[in-house]
């Protein structure tokens, strides 16, 4: 797989895969048992494509299991996480499109690993 930048996070792994002027499209790895932070951005909206395994969605408080195939819309400003609960890694591509995509663009609300 090719990629412009790869980065290992306390729950798994992302890789940039493509990115424009109002665009970036990553590849993200949620290891069995992990989540991200309970997030939301200012500049920018994404969309979620699970490709393997199961994720649970938490947006805007509402909880709700996807599956491969299955597509998460997230506009700007909405709250979300995505959790592994399940023996093998959760697999998705995001497409983020908007104005900035620098990770400083993350509002955490809660995390697992003291990064708010």
Excluded at 22 to 48: A, C, D, L, M
Excluded at 81 to 107: A, L, M, S, W
Aim: hydrophobic content about 35%; aromatic content about 12%; some cysteine.
């Amino acid at each position: 797989m090719q990629y412009i930048e790869h980065d290992i996070r306390p729950w798994g792994e992302y890789f940039v895969l493509d990115e424009g002027e109002s665009f970036k499209v990553k590849r993200i790895v949620v290891n069995p048992g992990q989540r991200i932070s309970y997030q939301f951005h200012h500049k920018r909206s994404e969309v979620w494509t699970i490709v393997s395994g199961i994720g649970t969605v938490i947006l805007d408080g509402k909880v709700k299991d996807y599956k491969a195939g299955e597509v998460i819309q997230i506009h700007q400003g909405m709250k979300h996480r995505i959790e592994n609960k399940h023996n093998e890694p959760c697999v998705f591509i995001e497409v983020q499109y908007g104005t900035y995509f620098g990770e400083d663009d993350i509002v955490r609300i809660e995390d697992d690993y003291n990064r708010i």
